[in-house]
Structure formats: C-alpha cells, structure tokens
C-alpha cells in the first residue's frame, strides 16, 4: 500500500469534508435537518455521476502536470478567497454578524408570511446544502486525482484515503454536532 498517497489524500480531504459538514450543519439547524439531508445525498448523486462519466476522461486525455496546475490554482484561489474574508472580518474591514439577530429576524419573517418552519423540505435548506457538498466533493475529486495521478493504483489509494477521511468527519460531526450547534458563526468562518 502506498500509505504516503493515503494520508495525503485523507488530510486533504478531510479539510473540504469539514467545510461540507459545517455547511450541511448550518442548514440542518438553521432550516431543517430534512433539506439538509436531501440536498447532501442530492449533490452526492451528482457528484457520483460526474466522476464515473468525466473522472476517466480526466486522468487519461489532459496530461498530469496541466491537471495538477489547474486544480491547484483553482484551490488556491478558493483559499486565498477564505483568507482575505477572515482577515478583513477580524480587522474590522468587513463586519461580523449578529448570529442570533438575523436568525430571529428571518423566523420572524417565516412567521409574518404564515410559513411553519418545521419539518417540510425548504428549496432554501436543499440548495445551501446541495451546493456546499457539490463543490467540497469537487475539490475532494480534483485532490484525489492530483494526489493519485502520478503512480500505479494511485487514484484508488488516494481514493481510499478520501473516503476514509469522509468517514471520519461524518461520525465524528455527529457525535459532536450538538456542542458545535453552540459554537458562534463568525468563530466558525475563522
């Protein structure tokens, strides 16, 4: 087994899982878990789709050295993107929400317009979901194959390691899922 490719594959990943698992989170608590749940196995479908017609297609006709440059451009700027809103959040530039604010306005709002916030699938909750998890497994693809391209059963390691890591982050996200449902979202952007 080739355990450097794992754990690189597993570390990486198991950052963009978080960031899907914090998102699904969100609005699991701030909609309702059902939309949560529906978009998540949503965008996991696509994904699913996407890599068994495209993944192929990927790894054998653009060559490694390209594919890698631009997953790792495309990383970067999605880093870099992150960086510069926390720092402009805790140097005062941009401003932090009042979490507990804009949540009791927008049930306000539900409630003013005579919807029940409950259990009922909200397109809202769907889509949050269905595209946090849908661009965090794009980036656990692109991670997969940067990371397995390069040697024999590469992608299948890397791909073990990923999973592995999906793994994680999932069972243990709902173990700690109530203590987390307390934790400030401007602490959790940083």
């Given at each position: 087994?080739?355990?450097?490719?794992?754990?690189?594959?597993?570390?990486?990943?198991?950052?963009?899982?978080?960031?899907?698992?914090?998102l699904?989170?969100?609005?699991?608590?701030?909609?309702?878990?059902?939309s949560?749940?529906?978009?998540?196995?949503?965008?996991?479908a696509?994904l699913?789709?996407?890599?068994?017609?495209?993944?192929?297609?990927?790894?054998?006709?653009?060559?490694?050295?390209?594919?890698?440059?631009v997953i790792?451009?495309?990383?970067?700027?999605?880093?870099?993107?992150?960086?510069?809103?926390a720092?402009?959040?805790?140097?005062?530039?941009?401003?932090?929400?009042?979490?507990?604010?804009?949540?009791?306005?927008?049930?306000?709002?539900?409630?003013?317009?005579?919807?029940?916030?409950?259990?009922?699938?909200d397109?809202?909750?769907?889509?949050?979901?269905?595209k946090?998890?849908?661009?965090e497994?794009?980036?656990?693809?692109?991670?997969?194959?940067?990371?397995?391209?390069?040697?024999?059963?590469?992608?299948?390691?890397?791909?073990?390691?990923?999973?592995a890591?999906?793994?994680?982050?999932?069972?243990?996200?709902?173990?700690?899922?109530?203590?987390?449902?307390?934790?400030?979202?401007?602490?959790?952007?940083?």
């Open positions: 087994m080739q355990w450097a490719i794992v754990i690189a594959a597993f570390l990486a990943s198991a950052v963009e899982f978080v960031e899907a698992f914090t699904v989170l969100v609005a699991g608590i701030t909609v309702n878990w059902r949560a749940i529906v978009g998540a196995l949503a965008a996991v696509t699913a789709v996407i890599v068994a017609t495209l993944g192929v297609a990927l790894v054998t006709l653009i060559p490694l050295e390209v594919l890698r440059f790792g451009f495309l990383l970067l700027l999605f880093g870099l993107k992150w960086l510069k809103n720092i402009q959040r805790y140097s005062g530039l941009k401003f932090l929400h009042d979490e507990e604010a804009i949540y009791a306005a927008n049930l306000e709002q539900a409630r003013a317009r005579g919807e029940a916030v409950g259990t009922r699938l397109p809202f909750g769907v889509v949050l979901s269905y946090s998890v849908l661009l497994g794009l980036e656990v693809t692109f991670i997969v194959i940067s990371f397995g391209g390069g040697g024999a059963n590469g992608i299948r390691f890397a791909a073990l390691g990923a999973t890591a999906g793994l994680l982050v999932i069972l243990v996200g709902a173990f700690v899922q109530a203590p987390l449902q307390k934790v400030p979202e401007n602490t959790l952007k940083f």
